[in-house]
């Protein structure tokens, strides 16, 4: 039986979602290992897209095969009963056999959020990147809109062996101020690259701060070399908010 879930998770303490061999901190791994003992027999567990170390997500989606038939409500409560208190899972739903919670997914969302203010967050400080400087979010627009559209985006990829195309589709870059001193920055697109929203985040930043002018976007686009574009911003800011897909089919 097909199961996809969506979940949400505090990222500040986990190497990311990807499950790797030197270390057990991570969230794919923590659901494998619950429902390696639910279905006695080792579960894949394949997400939507893979969040960096200390990257959080309110809509992560992703789905997996049991051999045991179980109604969805009783895998999400042995799911939440095992899983740690920063991981939680709150939709569940009997998948289609050919799904595919990466491969079937037409857009997504990723929030990232900015502290301008002087005075640090202490409660908020493991969510926000404590920038503690006022930017200038009107340049900021500008300079995404010139990076909205299906563009090659090579200098915003974190990944220098990158072989595959790393041409995506952005379709939009919203910004939105939160009380006097913070900004949340939403990018929506079909894909994104490792990193890329990060390093697109730290250029608009640098834009932001006046050290780059908004119409340098486009020699950077034009550039695909990533020593051109600004710095990757730290991932504690950075959420993925919502994963969208067609019929579940």
């Not at 799904?99 to 002087?118: C, D, W």
């Not at 915003?156 to 001193?181: A, W, Y």
Request: proline share 3%.
């Amino acid at each position: 039986m097909n199961y996809v879930i969506w979940l949400s998770y505090d990222g500040t303490r986990y190497d990311g979602w990807q499950k790797q061999g030197n270390t057990d901190r991570t969230i794919q791994g923590k659901l494998e290992e619950i429902l390696k003992r639910l279905d006695e027999t080792p579960v894949e567990v394949r997400g939507s897209g893979r969040t960096d170390a200390g990257v959080h997500a309110l809509a992560q989606v992703a789905d997996f095969r049991l051999n045991r038939e179980m109604a969805p409500r009783d895998v999400m409560e042995y799911l939440n009963r095992y899983l740690p208190e920063d991981i939680g899972v709150w939709k569940i739903e009997k998948a289609p056999e050919r799904f595919h919670s990466r491969l079937n997914a037409v857009r997504k969302t990723y929030r990232y959020q900015i502290e301008m203010g002087p005075k640090k967050d202490v409660f908020q400080r493991g969510y926000y990147y404590g920038l503690g400087l006022e930017l200038d979010v009107k340049a900021m627009e500008q300079a995404a809109d010139l990076l909205t559209g299906t563009r090659d985006f090579k200098s915003f990829c974190g990944n220098k062996k990158m072989k595959k195309s790393t041409v995506r589709t952005l379709e939009s870059v919203q910004f939105e101020r939160i009380g006097d001193t913070k900004l949340h920055i939403s990018f929506t697109g079909n894909g994104f690259l490792q990193q890329m929203v990060r390093i697109l985040t730290g250029t608009l930043i640098e834009v932001g701060l006046g050290k780059r002018q908004p119409g340098d976007m486009s020699r950077i686009l034009e550039a695909k070399d990533r020593q051109e574009a600004g710095f990757t911003a730290p991932s504690q800011g950075l959420f993925l908010e919502k994963v969208e897909y067609g019929e579940l089919r």
